[in-house]
């Protein structure tokens, strides 16, 4: 068999397959999206080693084919795993421009926007109870039953207040001993900070930006 073997003990079984190739999972080394599937044998795999730019076999060109090669949005390599069975890799890239041909994000057709699990969620029901609430009159009354937009209906300022005020609350808490009043706290204040963001008009991703720029 013939096993490839890189820097970190990696053994790539190249041979499973007839044709030589293993199918090479490309995800958002940043947002952990998956962008696209391609195909690489050894050679391409050495040559994405080399360049740091993720190099496939083309099947349908029949030769390496270094993405971005033409339209200059290549795949910058960041790092690679190998799965349980020795014949998938997993390559995490910083993409340069879309990853699709079609100019869009995904081979999906989808964005490679940051998402941040429940939080996300969470930040997208503030948004749509707030946005019901001044689109459909009808949908009013019901809307104002909802905590979020009630606060909303107060003004920024009383947002803010807010946010202070469960600021002070979760201090208050981290100097006793009890965690679980601790942590409800601090989820109020995530809550309520969420809210703010939404009032001024950003998102979570835009203080995540602010801390990666500071990163050293």
């Known amino acids: 068999m013939n096993l490839l073997r890189n820097d970190n003990n990696m053994k790539i079984d190249f041979n499973k397959n007839s044709d030589g190739l293993v199918p090479a999972i490309i995800q958002d080394?940043?947002?952990k999206n998956?962008?696209?599937?391609?195909y690489m044998n050894q050679e391409a795999y050495e040559k994405t080693k080399e360049t740091q730019k993720v190099t496939f076999f083309s099947r349908t060109k029949n030769r390496l084919w270094t993405k971005g090669e033409e339209s200059g949005n290549f795949l910058e390599l960041v790092d690679l795993k190998l799965d349980c069975d020795?014949?998938?890799?997993?390559?995490f890239v910083n993409p340069i421009g879309p990853t699709c041909h079609t100019g869009t994000d995904t081979c999906w057709n989808g964005s490679n926007d940051e998402s941040y699990g429940f939080l996300s969620k969470l930040e997208d029901t503030i948004a749509e109870r707030v946005a019901i609430s001044k689109i459909d009159?009808?949908?009013?009354?019901d809307a104002k039953k909802s905590y979020v937009v009630s606060l909303f209906d107060k003004g920024i300022n009383k947002v803010a207040q807010k946010v202070g005020e469960e600021a002070v609350e979760v201090v208050i808490e981290?100097?006793?001993n009890n965690d679980e009043l601790f942590l409800n706290e601090s989820a109020d204040l995530l809550f309520?900070?969420?809210m703010l963001l939404?009032?001024?008009g950003f998102k979570l991703k835009d203080v995540v930006n602010i801390l990666r720029s500071r990163e050293k």
Do not use: C, F, S, W
């Open 29 to 31: 080394a940043e947002t």
């Open 34 to 38: 998956v962008l696209m599937l391609g």
């Open 86 to 91: 020795n014949d998938t890799l997993l390559v």
């Open 137 to 141: 009159p009808d949908l009013r009354q």
């Open 174 to 176: 981290a100097k006793d």
């Open 192 to 194: 309520h900070y969420l």
């Open 198 to 200: 939404q009032a001024k």
